[in-house]
């Protein structure tokens, strides 16, 4: 039996390299019998947290009344987070934040419904080739997160030089994606 997976792609660029990355994944995972549900981040209503402590107050993860509610079934259901994501000024963009951020209100231990997800993985694309310095905060703070939650880390992939649309054309990213995709 496979898998589910939550690809929570960070990019607010349609059609551009997270796109194209995030569609490979979800290729070669498919390929193995895993089943995966994405959500753009940037394209959803997804506050911050307010650290306000209310959490499961209301018998929902977070009081905060917006897009999040579409998330908290897939964090408690799912078996691997995918994050997909550019890199903005050494991490991740605004847009996407809020969805990682209000992960609060399950702390390390969970809460009433606590997260189904064992497994996380990271691609991490930008403009700055690969191996650049940048990069090092993002995948840093990929890793501290699946310490707190207490999930096994699968990788994180790194890609540069994708500063157009379609560079990731150019390289050969899809194809490792892909294969990382059906390894998951």
Known sequence: MGKKIM??????RRHGNSDKIAQAFTAGAQQKGNEVTRFDAAFMDIGGCTACDRC?????ACVIEDDFKKLEPYYES???LLLVS?????ALPAQVKGAIDR?????????PKP??????????IGELETGHIEYK??????RLMCDYLGWDNRGVIVQGGLGKADDVLNTDALRRVEEFGREI
């Open 78 to 80: 799912s078996d691997v």
């Open 86 to 90: 550019p890199l903005y000024w050494g």
């Open 137 to 142: 905060p993002a995948v840093e703070a990929f």
């Open 103 to 111: 992960l609060y209100a399950y702390g390390g231990s969970g809460g």
């Open 7 to 12: 690809l929570l792609n960070a990019s607010p």
């Open 56 to 60: 499961w107050s209301k018998g929902e």
């Open 115 to 124: 997260l189904a997800i064992r497994e996380a993985a990271f691609i991490l």
